[in-house]
């Protein structure tokens, strides 16, 4: 199945950057569509962005788009989140996800806290 391993979050004040990574083992990723998906407290899980095998193909949520740059390395089995220009709003939980299609990812990472101060 494989397993995805998220790292790089924290506490930042706004208009602040952070990078996440995600580390993938346990199966080659290399094909798979990889992404980052957030969900803040008592709302619906959100798309933030997603990458294709090649890095070819890259689609960002609307309420990044702009400020956040998705990026992989396929030798290294990794993917990276860089978010700038942080507000508020982006704090919430962050996952990595990886599957044949955005719409179908069925491995997903544990998540990992990006907290946004004002």
């Known amino acids: 199945q494989g397993q995805l391993v998220e790292s790089g979050g924290g506490l930042v004040q706004a208009g602040g950057s952070l990078r996440l990574s995600c580390a993938a083992s346990?199966?080659?990723?290399?094909?798979?569509?990889m992404g980052w998906f957030r969900r803040a407290p008592g709302k619906e899980r959100e798309f933030v962005a997603a990458?294709?095998?090649?890095?070819?193909?890259?689609t960002y949520g609307n309420s990044v788009k702009g400020r956040f740059t998705i990026s992989r390395d396929n030798a290294r089995n990794t993917i990276s989140l860089r978010m700038s220009s942080l507000k508020p709003e982006d704090t919430a939980v962050y996952y990595c996800?990886?599957?044949?299609?955005?719409?179908?990812?069925?491995?997903w990472g544990q998540g990992t806290q990006v907290t946004v101060s004002s």
């Open positions: 996800a990886a599957g044949p299609l955005i719409t179908t990812m069925p491995i």
């Open positions: 346990g199966r080659t990723f290399s094909n798979y569509v």
């Open positions: 990458i294709d095998w090649s890095g070819g193909s890259i």
